[in-house]
């Protein structure tokens, strides 16, 4: 209990220095690091306060500079490791080479938008890297922090993709950098992935970091009363096994919780798979083969367990359905990799057993175009816009401010962007 004390006031410091830094920055995230240079008049404020502070002296660039090299070497070399585990499960097929092939060159062609976005997450100073969570590996989260800290921000959880296999918090930097322009706090949660991890193993990990941002959040100026919770693809999976199973507990009463499904105000679910029954045949077509699908979800004991849109159905969990947050699925209908079917059949259920629930289809979109490469075209993105525009539904002032927002800038030209389209390997 005093550990736990200790850690909330080490973190409410460390926060509230963090918020003072912010409130002298205010041009937004992308367009501030990717254009102009930071403002002599912040820099010298900055200067002042440290030779007049009595307080002990921030790092330098120079230390934290080293720090983020340490950390990406640690991780560069864990992620390298679990890459040779996974190579033992796999073992090298032509089909798993040919998509290798694809995605090294999906990465290619999008290279350009990747490295400006990678640019203003290694030295933006409102997006904080790697906080910790748990005491597991992996158990870490970044947040992007709006620099307009005036009031209290709301904030979205998310829990990013990567067929439960090369998820890393780090893909959700592009969402989280373009919220913060919209003045939304969102934090990227890292979970630990197969094979280091199984599926009960990830969903446990996102719980922690949702826990640790409701719990938490106020001292990096987020609102704990305003939460959102969102997943793509596999993350969206996790995060909707993770939040029935609170609510499941909760309605049960069996055990103390961390964090409660109240404080969650909607889910977004994009492109994901909430039926393992329904999903594994159509994995194993796809490369994903049954025996590796099979060891990631605990057996096929497990099903039952860990697909939400079955468990919903259990008269046992009825009341954990009444208990659980507006949900709304994003799905395109040229998705290949998880058919729009998943998302469809997800809201049906949950509709008739009387939770809200909507679905939201775009026409020839594919698994990467609503995470990928819309963003990175810039301009009006419709899913962005109706995020942003539940999210804000409650203030008419960030609704006002969102309708005169300038058009996000583009980041990779537009015949890249259909290359990396038809060479995606999703």
């Known amino acids: 209990m005093d550990s736990t004390a200790s850690l909330r006031q080490s973190s409410s410091s460390a926060a509230a220095e963090e918020m003072m830094e912010m409130e002298m920055e205010t041009k937004p995230l992308l367009t501030k690091f990717l254009t102009y240079p930071p403002p002599v008049a912040a820099q010298r404020r900055r200067a002042k306060l440290g030779s007049s502070s009595l307080a002990t002296p921030r790092p330098s660039r120079q230390n934290s500079f080293g720090r983020d090299i340490g950390h990406a070497a640690k991780e560069t070399y864990l992620i390298t490791s679990l890459s040779f585990t996974l190579l033992q499960y796999l073992g090298v097929g032509y089909r798993w080479i040919t998509r290798l092939l694809a995605l090294a060159c999906y990465a290619m062609l999008l290279m350009p938008g990747f490295l400006q976005v990678a640019y203003c997450y290694y030295f933006s100073s409102h997006v904080r890297r790697s906080i910790v969570y748990g005491d597991q590996p992996r158990n870490r989260l970044d947040l992007y922090l709006p620099t307009n800290t005036d009031v209290k921000k709301p904030v979205v959880v998310f829990v990013t993709g990567g067929a439960w296999i090369i998820g890393y918090k780090a893909w959700g930097s592009l969402l989280g950098l373009q919220l913060a322009e919209r003045n939304i706090i969102v934090a990227c949660v890292d979970y630990r992935n197969f094979p280091q991890g199984t599926i009960s193993d990830m969903v446990e990990d996102a719980s922690q970091g949702i826990s640790y941002i409701c719990n938490n959040i106020a001292d990096y100026g987020g609102d704990p009363d305003r939460i959102y919770l969102m997943g793509q693809s596999a ?20 055990e103390i919780i961390s964090w409660s499904v109240s404080q969650i105000k ?62 709304t699925l994003f799905h395109g209908t040229a998705d290949y990799s998880i058919p729009s079917d998943a998302s469809k059949i997800f809201v049906d259920v949950l509709q008739r057993l009387g939770a809200k629930a909507d679905l939201v289809l775009y026409d020839g979109k594919t698994h990467t175009d609503l995470f990928l490469q819309d963003p990175l075209r810039g301009g009006k993105d419709e899913m962005f816009d109706q995020i942003v525009a539940v999210i804000h539904a409650d203030d008419k002032e960030a609704l006002e401010q969102d309708a005169v927002a300038p058009p996000r800038r583009r980041l990779v030209p537009e015949i890249l962007l259909k290359l990396a389209r038809n060479i995606s390997p999703f």
């Not at 909430?274 to 605990?298: Q, W």
């Open 235 to 254: 993350g969206a999976h996790i995060s909707s096994c993770a939040l029935l199973e609170q609510a499941i507990k909760e309605s049960k009463k069996e």
């Open 266 to 327: 909607a889910y977004f679910g994009l492109s994901g798979g909430y039926n393992l029954f329904n999903l594994v045949d159509h994995f194993d077509s796809r490369g994903l083969y049954r025996s590796i699908f099979l060891s990631i979800m605990e057996g096929e004991e497990s099903f039952h367990q860990f697909s939400p849109e079955v468990r919903v159905q259990d008269p046992n969990n009825i009341d954990a359905v009444s208990i659980l947050p507006p949900i």
